[in-house]
T-cell receptor
């Protein structure tokens, strides 16, 4: 069966520090991968999606970047965090032929 | 870029009551999903609807896809406290850019 791992679960970082959140998927090949950010109790904002290694689509201009160095690995990064980067970050995957998404447990990022 | 609007934003009801929440858009979707999310966790897929006019039932939950594939509804019969959560709809015009509505926060009081 397929599983998705996302870590860390919580993170407190100072303003101006770098960020690296990692997401890996097991049990499937060539998945679509997604990073979302969620404001408290609200909907999900699509940040990046990837349909293959090295292929990244960015949805909104921001202080963040994403990379997909391996087929089942998706990384969210920032060189210098801003206070406004605080939030709940969710990684998800789907099959190529499907729009059904399966989510990781999320990372609660607090920038102080 | 399609926009998914969900209503109501918040809903608080007593155990045993029925409710309906809505997901509307001006865009046509190839498919639409409903998810439920609990605090501090990722959303969990409940159902996918694909065909216009389609109705799917999941125990006490009934999902309907509009004939034009632009809207959907979720009806819960005899709500229970365990139904409490954030209900999100999501759609994609193609298979790559899944987008979510802002959600309906449901609270079922015992």
């Amino acid at each position: 069966s397929q599983t998705i791992h996302q870590w860390p679960a919580t993170l407190v970082q100072p303003v101006g520090s770098p960020l690296s959140l990692e997401c890996t998927v097991e049990g499937t090949s060539n998945p679509n991968l997604y990073w979302y950010r969620q404001a408290a109790g609200r909907g999900l904002q699509l940040l990046f999606y990837s349909v293959g290694i090295g292929q990244i689509s960015s949805e909104v201009p921001q202080n963040l970047s994403a990379s997909r160095p391996q087929d089942r690995q998706f990384i969210l990064s920032s060189k210098k965090l801003l206070l406004s980067d605080s939030g709940f970050y969710l990684c998800a995957w789907s099959d190529r032929a499907s729009t059904e998404a399966f989510f990781g447990q999320g990372t609660r990022l607090t920038v102080v | 870029t399609q926009l998914l609007e969900q209503s109501p934003q918040f809903l608080s009801i007593q155990e045993g009551e029925n409710l309906t929440v809505y997901c509307n858009s001006s865009s046509v979707f190839s498919s639409l999903q409903w998810y439920r999310q609990e605090p501090g966790e990722g959303p969990v897929l409940l159902v996918t609807v694909v065909t216009g006019g389609e109705v799917k039932k999941l125990k006490r939950l009934t999902f309907q896809f509009g004939d034009a594939r632009k809207d959907s509804s979720l009806h819960i019969t005899a709500a229970q406290p365990g139904d409490t959560g954030l209900y999100l709809c999501a759609g994609a015009e193609n298979n790559n850019d899944m987008r979510f509505g802002a959600g309906t926060r449901l609270t079922v009081k015992p």
